[in-house]
C-alpha cells in the first residue's frame, strides 16, 4: 500500500496545458481501470474530476481529461484558468480491495 | 442534493478511543459502498476503510487494522469509524466519502481528530 508518485508541483501560465503524471505499479495503476482524480482548494473537501481513467463527472469542465499507458496515469488540464490552482490526487485501487491515493500535485497558474 | 455531515472529532490522548459518526442525505444511503479518507495537516489524502452496502465486508489500510473498525447503519443513513488505541500519525481531518470501488463521489466536510497529550 505505497502512495503513487506524483510530482510535488507543477505551474503553467493562463491558457496553456499542463500534465501530471501518477505512477504507481502492475499491483494498482498497472492493473485497473480504477483511476481517479481529485482537485483540492486550500480550505476545502476533495472533488472527484475523473474517474475510470478518462471519464468526467456531470459538470466538470471538458478542459480536464484523463488517460493511462501502463503503470502511469495522467491528468491534463488544457486552457489553464486560475481557478484550477489547487491540489490534485490521483487515487487508483489497488488490490485486495483496498486503495491508495499518490502524494498530491500543487498546481500554481502563474 | 446530497450531504454528508462527520462528526465526533476532538482531543484525544495517545492509547485513547474515538468514534467517528457520518450523517449522509439526499441519496439512497443503503445502495453505496461508503468509506473513510483522512488527512493529516498539510499532508495529502489517505484512504482509511471502507463498507459495503449491506456491511458484510469491510476492508482497510494496513496502518489502522486491528485498531479501526468501520461500520454503518442503513436504517439511520450513518456511518461510524470507531478508532482505538489512536496513535499521533492517527491525527488528521476524518472525510467520510461516498464511494469505495469506483471512485468517490461525494465528501463531506471532515472532522479533525488531534491526537496529543
Known amino acids: 500500500q505505497s502512495a503513487l508518485t506524483q510530482p510535488a508541483s507543477v505551474s503553467g501560465s493562463p491558457g496553456q496545458s499542463i500534465t501530471i503524471s501518477c505512477t504507481g505499479t502492475?499491483?494498482?495503476?498497472?492493473?485497473?481501470?480504477?483511476v481517479s482524480w481529485y482537485q483540492q482548494h486550500p480550505g476545502k473537501a476533495p472533488k472527484v474530476i475523473i474517474y475510470?481513467?478518462?471519464k468526467r463527472p456531470s459538470g466538470v469542465s471538458n478542459r480536464f481529461s484523463g488517460s493511462k499507458s501502463g503503470n502511469t496515469a495522467s491528468l491534463t488540464i488544457s486552457g489553464l484558468q486560475t481557478e484550477d490552482e489547487a491540489d490534485y490526487y490521483c487515487?487508483?485501487?489497488?488490490?485486495?480491495?483496498?486503495?491508495?491515493f499518490g502524494g498530491g500535485t500543487k498546481l500554481t497558474v502563474l | 442534493e446530497v450531504q454528508l455531515v462527520e462528526s465526533g472529532g476532538g482531543l484525544v490522548q495517545p492509547g485513547g478511543s474515538l468514534k467517528l459518526s457520518c450523517a449522509a442525505s439526499?441519496?439512497?444511503?443503503?445502495?453505496?459502498?461508503m468509506s473513510w479518507v483522512r488527512q493529516a495537516p498539510g499532508k495529502g489524502l489517505e484512504w482509511v476503510a471502507k463498507i459495503k452496502t449491506d456491511g458484510s465486508e469491510k476492508y482497510y489500510v494496513d496502518s489502522v487494522k486491528g485498531r479501526f473498525t468501520i461500520s454503518r447503519d442503513n436504517a439511520k443513513n450513518s456511518l461510524y469509524l470507531q478508532m482505538n488505541s489512536l496513535r499521533a500519525e492517527d491525527t488528521a481531518l476524518y472525510y467520510c466519502?461516498?464511494?469505495?470501488?469506483?471512485?468517490?463521489?461525494?465528501w463531506g466536510q471532515g472532522t479533525l481528530v488531534i491526537v496529543s497529550s
Open positions: 475510470e481513467v478518462t
Open positions: 439526499g441519496f439512497t444511503f443503503s445502495d453505496y459502498w
Open positions: 502492475s499491483s494498482d495503476v498497472g492493473s485497473s481501470n480504477l
Open positions: 466519502a461516498r464511494g469505495g470501488i469506483s471512485h468517490f463521489a461525494s
Open positions: 487515487c487508483s485501487f489497488a488490490g485486495s480491495s483496498t486503495l491508495v
